[in-house]
């Protein structure tokens, strides 16, 4: 009788530790209002003149939720008008991984650096974000 009762108690585990793994990696010092700062470096476009390659914004971050708001403006190389997204996300060693909808994976950020105050993030090869507090 007890083998019956492990069967469906491992199953369960199984099933539903990667859901808890991402909502249990949601540190807390992450928590509130951060300052963002995108940057490019100008090498990464050759050719390309007149443009800024930088972008400020926010990440808000929540037990819940990440919202991201991405400042941008005529002759930005990022994006030419404001943009705001709310998402979940989680941290899994040195990686910020962003979630349109449960399971429908975003962006995901290499975090190079944390302190209490900053934390610096890298988007594909080139993209690097600032968080202050």
Known sequence: MNKLLIIPILILAACSSPSDEKTSNRPSEWYG?????????????????DME???DGAFVFSAD???????????????????????????SGDTLFLLNEPGTPGMTYQVASKSE?????????????TLTK
């Open 33 to 49: 209002t951060w300052k963002a700062e995108w940057e490019t470096p100008p090498e990464s476009y050759p050719g390309v003149d």
């Open 53 to 55: 390659f930088y972008m």
């Open 65 to 91: 939720s990440l919202t991201v708001t991405a400042n941008g403006y005529p002759d930005c190389i990022f994006n030419v008008d404001t943009l705001s997204h709310t998402q979940m996300w989680y941290v």
């Open 117 to 129: 105050d900053r934390i610096k993030l890298q988007l594909m090869e080139d993209i690097f974000v």
